[in-house]
């Protein structure tokens, strides 16, 4: 009981004290970032497709599967010869698309190396109306890029190249990565600059609070889409959000004196939700459909 009251004790001077908190959530900050990598790298996975030794030069479809309920679905408008459907006995599971794209060339982008658990890996070619589909599950968490050879029974060999800390990792940004962070970024902020000022306008708080606020997503957004990604663990995505959502609602707290940290916590989970859900369909439409 007594080290419950003195626990409460030490939170509730952390709390008023806001100069020891912004030291510590700097530390934090700089600790986390130090953890996830040394290095900075790409979110997307480079898929290079070949045929009996020779690129691809048609268009193709890609589609990583992975085993879900008999009646969940994770994808929309996919393509027909892409709708599969396998059971699995053994884990009671069906295999069923989790993510598909349209390619064109022999390489295609995706987002495959934030995406936790092992997958299947199905390629349809038009042009000689097959489907092509891996038999071995298998993780693509950190996987920069990868070698699929199409064989002539139908199924595929998998060549992975992973993220290494440490290695050197070099990434070379092609413009058309360039534009997707910068527009990413624009949606963010905009998206969650809009929630805060709806916020602050109804419950009467100084608009002095968005200030904080673009700080605040100026310094997670990167964190956020390089860093977590290198990290092994099985949901990403899910961590990043809970980082940025604290991060932001402590950010947002310490730099203004007139606002709680209810509130600046009630503002960072809204603002997450929005920009995930609304700005990630908004990014999918502009580049993906």
Known sequence: MKQDLNMKANLIFIMKNKSLMLISLILLFCLAFNFASADVRVLTTNIRV??????????????????????????????????????????????KPVLWKRCKN????????????????????????????SEKPESYLAVTSLEAELLTNGSLIIKKHEYTEGKGNTIVYEDSENIKFFAALAITLILELVVALIYVSITGISKKVLISVLIANIISFPVLLFAFPTL?????????EIFAFAFEGCFIYLLNKEISLKKSFIISILMNMVSLIIGGLIFMMIFYI
């Not at 045929?51 to 393509?79: M, P």
Request: proline share 7%; charged share 15%; with cysteine.
């Open 50 to 95: 070949t045929l009996n030794g020779q690129e691809i030069s048609d268009t193709f479809y890609i589609a990583f599967l992975g085993c879900l309920g008999k009646n969940e679905h994770r994808v929309e408008n996919i393509i027909p010869q892409l709708n599969i459907s396998e059971y699995d006995p053994a884990n009671n599971c069906y295999w």
């Open 106 to 133: 022999p390489y295609c982008e995706t987002y495959v190396s934030i995406m936790g658990g092992v997958l299947r890996l199905a390629v349809y070619v038009p042009s000689q109306d097959k489907l092509y589909l």
């Open 232 to 240: 092994k663990i099985p949901s990403p995505i899910l961590s990043g």
